[in-house]
């Protein structure tokens, strides 16, 4: 039998935090809780970051607090370092994402930080997770930026890639995110990397995190199925982007990524028409068109009058 896939909305996070505008709280809520109810397997809600850094997302304690929880969706949010991993915890998340990048350039110009420095961060938040009183069932995953590329070094060695995996496993995080943050993958690269990535440690839950920066997102999450993933990060909408590609695309987009995996037969758990529903929301939203194409056209199952002669 087929395995389900699991997909992890981001667009309340990856999505809203770059929006030109700050999205009210009560609207964030309200997307996320009809979120919950299309059967996703988990939503990125938001980062437990500084309201200087971020100000978009300011208001993450509220929004976590706010939403309407349902068994089965795991709420998971960003957490940048050990206060913001205090904040999470203190409103109940099932699921912290911490972050780092494979290239020390955009380690730099991203967070400040090289790999090395973020790698310390990690140990300190892993030990702080598993040392609050709330932290004893917490799923601590670990997204890697800049897998498949740099915008700034070009290639990013496999052999880099892996080494990072295994020394953020070693530290106790449980789960790894490969990203493809300014959309620079192919998919017989992705295919390369994800089959390489389950050899080295098998039973490890890797998720992909692509960009349709260069329209390749869709063709990238089918290589890195083929290679046997099954979590998969999107946007609802396409939402998302990066500073770093200026004027890009965003995330892949929930509902095209949805849609193309159940056209071929593959499970997602995701109800796709209510899924649709909450993607027809965004334009209203956040003042824009946004990328996705299925909430454009229509389902490919959809059909049409006949032109009158």
């Not at 490969?178 to 389950?198: H, I, K, S, Y």
Request: aromatic letters at 4%.
């Amino acid at each position: 039998m087929m395995t389900q896939l699991e997909i992890n909305e981001v667009a309340p996070r990856d999505g809203f935090q770059i929006e030109a505008t700050f999205i009210p709280t009560a609207e964030k809520i309200r997307l996320i809780n009809a979120l919950s109810a299309t059967g996703l397997a988990r939503i990125e809600a938001t980062s437990f970051v500084s309201p200087r850094a971020i100000p978009h997302l300011r208001d993450a304690a509220e929004v976590v607090s706010g939403i309407q929880r349902r068994p089965g969706v795991a709420i998971t949010v960003l957490v940048p370092n050990v206060k913001g991993a205090e904040r999470a915890l203190a409103c109940g998340v099932d699921e912290v994402n911490l972050v780092m990048s494979a290239s020390d350039s955009h380690g730099l110009a991203n967070l400040r930080m090289t790999p090395e420095q973020s790698l310390e961060q990690f140990a300190a938040i892993v030990e702080a997770v598993r040392a609050h009183r709330q932290g004893a069932g917490v799923f601590i995953n670990a997204s890697l930026s800049t897998s498949f590329g740099c915008p700034f070094e070009g290639e990013v060695p496999e052999a880099r890639v892996l080494d990072l995996v295994e020394r953020q496993l070693a530290l106790g995080v449980q789960g790894v995110t490969l990203c493809d943050t300014t959309g620079m993958a192919n998919p017989a690269q992705v295919a390369r990397l994800c089959e390489a990535a389950q050899a080295r440690f098998p039973g490890v839950p890797f998720t992909l995190h692509f960009h349709n920066t260069r329209g390749m997102g869709l063709a990238n999450a089918l290589a890195a199925w083929q290679a046997g993933i099954t979590r998969f990060d999107a946007s609802l909408g396409g939402l998302g982007g990066c500073p770093y590609a200026p004027g890009a695309t965003g995330n892949v987009c929930t509902e095209d990524l949805v849609h193309m995996f159940e056209q071929m037969g593959v499970p997602t758990g995701v109800d796709l028409d209510a899924l649709l529903a909450a993607s027809a929301m965004l334009p209203e939203l956040v003042g824009h068109d946004t990328p996705g194409q299925v909430v454009k056209a229509g389902k490919a199952d959809r059909r049409y009058p006949m032109p009158a002669r």
